[in-house]
């Protein structure tokens, strides 16, 4: 793990000097937002689609450009090892992992004959519909889960527009460990393998909760969105060593503002391009 962390030492040092070639001179206007105030999570309007769904709303802009640079690295790890099944995951919230997610399906989904499956696994904090503005179908993950008789078909819900397929997960009322670890849950994913090309899953946070060290065995690989300047090395530390090494695809060191073009994509996540970390 300790590359890791000498690469995201390496961007801290490199975003400090960035901050201070980049500090307003004693005339410039005051900051209209204290360093100090916390973040605000990013909430789309009811019924409508993240405008922060880059990948899918504006495709050929720079920031869609970012995110299509992390779908060659999927297609290529495709080609290398087989990965099929990607996970997504964060040490903990708001460090933009469902965003991440959901532009990296986008970004996949862009090819007309690749078949992409979003699931949304946050059983405990779905998200993934109010961004994509999906309507509750009254089914999704968790109820195909609980009953048998729900089919995988049953619970997808098809975005023609987009080229995207995605499973809600809808709020859990049960145990959410008890249904993660459930051999069901295993069983849908390796239903998904049929029929989809690309299956990029929205994990939960690594910590402190267990779920996603539940699903590990089961995905091909997880990346890792890491937030500048905002995660806790300890926090990653803890969360990289709840994971089985071979699983970690890579880090997404978010919240890189080294670039001309300025955009949040986050919950909370800040703004600007993200770097990769790969094993």
């Known amino acids: 793990m300790s590359k890791y962390f000498e690469a995201l030492e390496q961007a801290d040092r490199d975003l400090a000097r960035h901050a201070v070639a980049q500090a307003p001179t004693e005339d410039a206007a005051p900051r209209t937002r204290p360093e100090s105030a916390p973040p605000t999570a990013v909430v789309p309007a009811p019924g409508s689609v993240d405008e922060h769904l880059v990948s899918l709303l504006d495709p050929t802009s720079f920031a869609a450009e970012q995110y299509r640079a992390l779908r060659h ?54 998200v993934v519909a109010s961004h994509l503005a999906l309507e509750d179908v009254g089914v999704g993950l ?12 049953d619970v997808v819900q ?65 990346v890792v969105v890491v937030a500048a300047d905002r995660t806790p090395r300890k926090l990653l530390a803890t969360a990289l060593n709840a994971l089985t090494p071979n699983k970690i695809v890579g880090l997404v060191f978010n919240r890189d503002d080294r670039t001309p073009s300025r955009y949040a994509y986050g919950n909370g996540a800040g703004t600007g391009r993200w770097r990769w970390f790969g094993r």
């Open 142 to 153: 968790a109820e195909a889960i609980l009953d048998r008789a729900v089919a995988l078909d």
């Open 73 to 126: 690295i999927v297609e290529r790890a495709r080609v290398d090892s087989g990965l099929q099944v990607l996970g997504v995951s964060s040490p903990g919230s708001r460090d933009g992992k469902t965003l991440t997610a959901i532009n990296l399906a986008g970004a996949l989904a862009q090819a007309a004959d690749t078949r992409v499956l979003l699931i949304d696994m946050d059983l405990r904090h779905p």
């Open 158 to 222: 098809r975005c023609r527009e987009f080229n995207l397929s995605v499973v809600q997960a809808r709020r859990s009322l049960n145990a959410t460990y008890e249904l993660l670890a459930s051999g069901r849950c295993q069983e849908l994913v390796e239903a998904a393998r049929q029929r989809y090309d690309f299956i990029i899953v929205d994990l939960p946070p690594l910590v402190p909760i267990p779920d996603c060290q539940l699903v590990q065995k089961w995905v091909d690989g997880i």
